[in-house]
């Protein structure tokens, strides 16, 4: 009689076998689910997600965070040098382009996003084609919805997870957009107090 395979020793076959191909690793922890069919409450947890889905969904969403919490300091360190630069005198439309820059740098960084969920469903063998992949996606990542297209069997949890990594970059991003867009307005009040007060100065006595 074949001797049990211990919990831990089957929850690391399984993340290993997830690690080397997520298309892969369903027998592998299809053993790990089965560790909790003797308790009710797990047996419907799992059935409502997954393990494959919540190990490389979870994985993927922890890696999309950390990338998008990289970019926007760097965005916001560079924000902030473009902002002591300006001065107490500066010009009103410097922060209309600075504003600009940002938004741009914004967006690009969400495109690296979806590039990255679009590489790993490729790189895993869910999606096989890289235009479907990016299509799915960005789709699925901006909660649009456009598509028919749906995962192989098994994995269709991974779709809410990929629009749970938007939600939390898009959320991310439009707080730090607005703390941007009220500091430009202040420079831009800023410069125009000042340039009313240089006319004044400059005016000759009545």
Same mark, same amino acid.
């Given at each position: 009689m074949a001797k049990a395979q211990p919990p831990a020793d089957a929850a690391s076959a399984g993340l290993s076998a997830l690690a080397r191909s997520p298309a892969d690793a369903q027998s592998e922890l299809a053993k790990v689910e089965s560790l909790g069919n003797e308790v009710p409450l797990i047996q419907h947890m799992i059935q409502v997600m997954p393990v494959p889905d919540f190990f490389f969904g979870g994985g993927m969403l922890l890696l999309i965070v950390l990338i998008h919490a990289a970019g926007m300091r760097m965005l916001t360190d560079r924000f902030e040098m473009s902002m002591q630069s300006l001065g107490p005198r500066g010009s009103t439309w410097r922060p209309d382009l600075l504003l600009g820059v940002v938004v741009l740098l914004m967006l690009l960084l969400h495109l690296i996003e979806i590039w990255v969920w679009s590489a790993a469903l490729v790189y895993s063998g869910l999606v096989a084609d890289w235009r479907a992949a990016g299509f799915f996606a960005a789709n699925t990542y901006t909660t649009v919805g456009?598509?028919?297209?749906?995962?192989?069997? $098994?994995?269709?949890?991974? @779709? %809410?997870?990929?629009?749970?990594?938007?939600?939390?970059?898009?959320?991310?991003?439009?707080?730090?957009?607005?703390?941007?867009?009220?500091?430009?307005?202040?420079?831009?009040?800023?410069?125009?107090?000042?340039?009313?007060? $240089?006319?004044?100065?400059? @005016? %000759?006595?009545?």
């Open positions: 456009y598509g028919t297209f749906l995962l192989p069997d $098994g994995w269709h949890m991974l @779709a %809410p997870i990929i629009a749970m990594s938007g939600l939390f970059t898009f959320g991310w991003t439009g707080s730090v957009l607005v703390e941007i867009v009220r500091r430009c307005q202040a420079a831009k009040a800023l410069a125009l107090r000042s340039r009313q007060h $240089g006319k004044k100065d400059a @005016a %000759p006595p009545a």
